[in-house]
């Protein structure tokens, strides 16, 4: 039988506040166990939560990124689950009112050299605090319990079930780790625990409105993971389905070394939850003057960037694409062409040089020597024939160690400058072709590829500093 695929996720993002969502401890990831800890992590009898404000700001800035309706009056409740790793026994979250509703994430899939839009459909966004951890394996036939994470300010992002591939489910988890990096309410890091996703995967009969029964594969803190895992899965329900066996509403997780999922528990039922109003914390009311200056305050996004750079600034849609990555990356590069108009250059310099040397060193590009306007600069005396291509890798160079010079003194006190002086010129040429005589026979007999090869041995003797054409056109002229 064919089968329509349905994903749908549940993703989990740690909101990057100094404090935690219901108290003062540190929200810093890391530390010996139990040391981000306080009376009200811990559940102390007669202590009071109260609301982090900063983990509502971010809420609603994601809220605001994904065109969700903001709920301006929402609230907490109470989610009565055996939690071993939060010391009250229950969970502080939202599930009457969430505090944003609807909207949609935007997204690209690359497919070879071609770009396809893609959008999913959000249920809604809820704000809630995060369970500490659970450790098996240190001491035999216990479990420790480290509470520093406990309390950590989380929003949960449900989409509808609306996927129908493992690589669109894939991608749009990165979209979203892109965003909460470029919003700044997040570090996104999966490998930390700081972005994880609940995976639901069903499959239906090619056509048919009703769903399929639901699986969940829980807490995938990899993207590439969270693929496979859909796969495996696929797989596995439609053997089933096709052994006219029947799929059971679980809980499963994933064992990447095996590339396969395995059962956990029967899937819980709302009724499990037991929820009701949370009565230790009052309404938060967003009025319209805060809503609107968040909006304001709302920076440009990656898919809107994406089009400014490819369709307005004429740049590759894959360069396009890698220019908004990260913001640093795309704040750099927009920077940039407010000095210079020869946009494909800088973003030529970025996506080679730049991100090479960054990744050489292990560094982001804030920390990157020669600022926007250096790197202007040294575009348009390129422009201006006044450097060389060449000359100006050198001079990139000696602007990192030292980037308050001046590029032309720079490349006047290096002999970079441009040269346009044929005698030097056929000084150089002479030396090369004396010195490859066997090369310049074979080009003489019709191995015209060759002539890439002597213009850079001899833009190598020049430091760079001879004029392209004028060389090309002197050596084509000896090499007749």
């Avoid at 989610?79 to 969970?91: I, S």
């Avoid at 496979?228 to 509403?249: F, S, V």
Wanted: aromatic share 8%.
């Amino acid at each position: 039988m064919e089968y329509d695929i349905v994903i749908g996720l549940e993703v989990h993002c740690q909101l990057d506040t100094e404090s935690k969502i219901f108290a003062s401890d540190s929200n810093k990831f890391g530390g010996e166990p139990n040391t981000h800890i306080g009376v009200i992590t811990l559940a102390h009898p007669g202590v009071l939560p109260k609301l982090n404000q900063k983990a509502v700001e971010f809420a609603i800035k994601l809220g605001l990124a994904f065109n969700c309706e903001i709920n301006q009056f929402n609230f907490f409740d109470r989610k009565n689950y055996f939690y071993p790793d939060l010391p009250k026994g229950y969970q502080i979250s939202q599930d009457k009112s969430p505090i944003c509703l609807g909207g949609e994430v935007k997204f690209k899939i690359k497919k070879g050299k071609e770009f396809s839009d893609h959008s999913v459909k959000i249920h809604h966004i809820h704000m809630e605090e995060d369970a500490g951890k659970s450790i098996h394996d240190i001491e035999p036939n216990n479990t420790c319990l480290d509470y520093n994470r406990a309390g950590t300010p989380l929003l949960e992002i449900v989409s509808e079930p609306c996927m129908s591939s493992p690589l669109e489910a894939a991608t749009y988890l990165a979209e979203i780790r892109k965003m909460v990096r470029f919003l700044g309410i997040s570090d996104g890091n999966m490998e930390e625990g700081s972005l994880r996703a609940d995976l639901n995967v069903s499959l239906k009969p090619k056509g048919s409105p009703t769903l399929g029964t639901k699986v969940e594969i829980k807490n995938m803190n990899s993207i590439r993971f969270l693929q496979k895992a859909a796969e495996y899965e696929i797989e596995r329900q439609a053997a089933i389905l096709d052994a006219n066996g029947t799929i059971i509403q679980e809980t499963r997780s994933f064992d990447p070394e095996q590339g396969k999922t395995f059962g956990m528990r029967v899937k819980e039922t709302m009724n499990d939850y037991r929820y009701f109003p949370e009565p230790d914390l009052a309404p938060i009311i967003i009025s319209d003057i805060e809503l609107s200056e968040a909006k304001s305050k709302m920076p440009k996004l990656p898919f809107e960037l994406f089009e400014t750079f490819s369709k307005e600034m004429g740049i590759s849609e894959e360069h396009a694409y890698l220019l908004t990555e990260e913001k640093s990356i795309s704040d750099y590069f927009t920077e940039t062409c407010e000095h210079t108009k020869n946009y494909k250059s800088v973003s030529n310099w970025i996506l080679s040089n730049i991100k090479g040397y960054l990744n050489e060193n292990g560094i982001d590009i804030d920390q990157f020597a020669v600022k926007p306007n250096k790197l202007a600069e040294l575009i348009k005396n390129i422009d201006q024939g006044n450097i060389s291509n060449s000359a100006a890798q050198v001079l990139m160079n000696m602007l990192i160690a030292q980037p308050e010079s001046d590029i032309l003194e720079l490349a006047k006190s290096n002999n970079l400058i441009q040269s346009q002086d044929s005698d030097s010129m056929n000084l150089w040429i002479e030396e090369v072709l004396s010195q490859n005589l066997a090369k310049v026979d074979e080009y003489k007999k019709g191995k015209k590829g060759l002539m890439g090869f002597f213009v850079g041995e001899v833009m190598k003797k020049s430091r760079g500093s001879a004029d392209p054409k004028i060389l090309n056109a002197l050596l084509a002229d000896k090499l007749k």
